[in-house]
């Protein structure tokens, strides 16, 4: 069963810091680039950061670039984002993607298929709040 599941949100002060982390199953991982949307309250959706298959290309919105890094253990089927000196404009929920959203955004994975596919968490709510 394919799945994408985000753990450690939760509240957090400004200037804190904050580790989620996305566990699949289900799929090649270690084909595909993977990513992190965000949408804040009353706000679309948007990109924060992605990782290409093989890790040597990553990306990061303009709001979060220096403060955020994006990691992955193909060995743990697992991405990571470590988010530090968090802003209250960071609140928001966090999705997981896999395949052709980061692959748009030059985190490209290594098959075909695997930058056509579009796999989603079901999203991790954090909130920066003092």
């Known amino acids: 069963q394919l799945q994408l599941v985000e753990a450690g949100g939760g509240l957090v002060q400004p200037g804190g810091s904050l580790r989620l982390s996305c566990a699949a199953s289900?799929?090649?991982?270690?084909?595909?680039?993977l990513g992190w949307f965000r949408q804040a309250p009353g706000k679309e959706r948007e990109r924060i950061s992605c990782?290409?298959?093989?890790?040597?290309?990553?990306k990061y919105a303009d709001s979060v670039n220096g403060r955020f890094t994006i990691s992955r253990d193909n060995a743990k089927n697992t991405v990571y984002l470590q988010m530090d000196n968090l802003k209250s404009e960071d609140t928001g929920i966090y999705y997981c993607?896999?395949?052709?959203?980061?692959?748009?955004?030059?985190?490209?994975?290594?098959?075909?298929?695997?930058?056509?596919?579009?796999?989603w968490g079901k999203g991790i709510l954090v909130t920066v709040s003092s």
């Open positions: 993607v896999a395949g052709e959203r980061p692959a748009a955004w030059g985190c490209r994975g290594r098959t075909i298929d695997s930058n056509a596919m579009d796999y």
């Open positions: 289900g799929f090649p991982f270690e084909y595909y680039g």
């Open positions: 990782i290409s298959a093989r890790g040597g290309t990553t």
